[in-house]
């Protein structure tokens, strides 16, 4: 099957098109990649997101009007991958949308991805998979992290302990042990802030300049206070047992915002050291998590990252010095290049639910039962 897996995370940069071949045998999902796209929003855009993701911002009308736009903007990432690829898009079985989520309330199990499934089945003629949440929510799941189970098709070893670390605005985990065989001995939950609060305090310090720290370099700049990763340790979502998800309404501006009272850094230079604890503080939230609620994994042999804090130089460094001795991989090394992956993933779940077969992981989520994710919209 070809298909088309779309997606766009918390950081809320742009649209992720990812045109994939998709196989099975032996009751493993091999999904091949043919082609790769990124398309930024536009700046205006983008803030307009931003302002609606954070809680009690927005209103009805707005929010029925970016449902449509952004509808339209992943219907053109479809378009633009295939043709990249020169693959007429008549020849696509589905595309596989996961949305932008604008909301995401798992304790009252709500969650809200906009981008019009029948907005992008019109403008490309293909059947379009959407909605992926929602089902896992109803049967009492967080809705998230869903990309382990593409990560088991993806990246379990017969002889390594590994751990798949997606660092997009959001950090999550899945922790595959060796030899895993059952869905059902996955572990994965999210582990805290990502590029959400990197992003945010790139703004803040460039004074809306930069919508992110290009290279790591502003956190290159500071120096990483011990002091503030206690206070940042502190936050009641790193001691929350899993299953457990997150998004901005924990770590959106307001948790910046009441952060940088707290340690009292309002200047530039006590800024720059903030970006540069924050990045650290990535690193070792997701360390301490698997350390804390990955057992029974005792040793972890490797740690594949992926996600746009792969191409951080600076946080990748902080990963290697922390998940030591285990190696760092990306998670390119195994054939899913960092910044597709979630994309890839998106693509192998609408493959699941177009053959009518669940698409959860109860055990990730802490759903009652597996279910078949997402609504199917044609043309």
């Known amino acids: ?28 999902i091999k999904v091949k990649l043919i082609a790769f796209l990124t398309r930024a929003y536009p700046a205006k855009l983008r803030k307009r997101l931003l302002f609606v993701s954070e809680p009690g911002s927005g209103s009805s009308v707005e929010i029925a009007e970016l449902n449509v736009r952004i509808g339209k903007a992943f219907a053109r990432a479809a378009l633009e991958v295939c043709i990249a690829a020169d693959v007429d898009i008549s020849s696509i079985d589905f595309i596989a949308s996961h949305g932008q989520t604008i909301a995401h309330f798992p304790a009252g199990g709500a969650t809200l991805q906009i981008g019009e499934g029948a907005v992008i089945a019109a403008r490309t003629g293909a059947p379009v998979v959407t909605d992926f949440r929602q089902a896992d929510l109803a049967v009492r799941g967080q809705g998230a992290p869903l990309t382990p189970m593409a990560d088991f098709h993806f990246f379990r070893h017969a002889r390594k302990n590994r ?70 340790f502190a936050h009641r979502f790193f001691r929350k047992k899993p299953p457990k998800s997150t998004g901005r309404e924990e770590f959106g501006a307001a948790y910046l915002e009441a952060l940088q009272k707290r340690l009292k850094a309002g200047s530039h230079r006590a ?3 903030l ?7 990535v690193a070792r939230t997701t360390v301490r998590a ?5 057992m029974p ?3 972890v042999d490797e740690v594949l990252i992926c996600g746009g804090g792969a191409r951080n130089p600076t946080l990748v460094q902080h990963f290697s010095s922390s998940v030591k001795p285990a190696g760092l991989m990306f998670t390119d090394e195994s054939g899913v290049p960092a910044d597709a992956r979630e994309a890839m993933a998106f693509a192998l779940l609408g493959y699941l639910t177009v053959k009518r077969r669940p698409g959860n992981v109860p055990a990730v989520t802490g759903a009652r039962k597996t279910c078949i994710l997402g609504k199917l919209v044609f043309p």
């Open 1 to 28: 099957m070809k298909a088309v897996g779309l997606m766009s995370g918390t950081s809320v940069d742009g649209v992720d098109a990812a045109l994939v071949d998709i196989r099975e045998r032996s009751g493993r």
């Open 163 to 232: 751990v798949v670390v997606n660092v997009g605005g959001i950090t999550n985990v899945t922790v595959l042990p060796r030899g895993i065989e059952s869905i059902d001995d996955i572990t994965g939950f999210d582990t805290g802030f990502g590029n959400m609060v990197l992003d945010g305090m790139a703004r803040i310090i460039t004074r809306g300049k930069a919508s992110y720290d290009k290279g790591g370099r502003l956190a290159r700049k500071g120096k990483v206070r011990e002091d503030w990763l206690d206070t940042i």
């Open 271 to 273: 800024r720059l050291d």
């Open 275 to 281: 970006i540069a604890t924050l990045t650290a503080a």
């Open 290 to 294: 698997v350390d804390k609620f990955a």
């Open 297 to 299: 994994i005792r040793e």
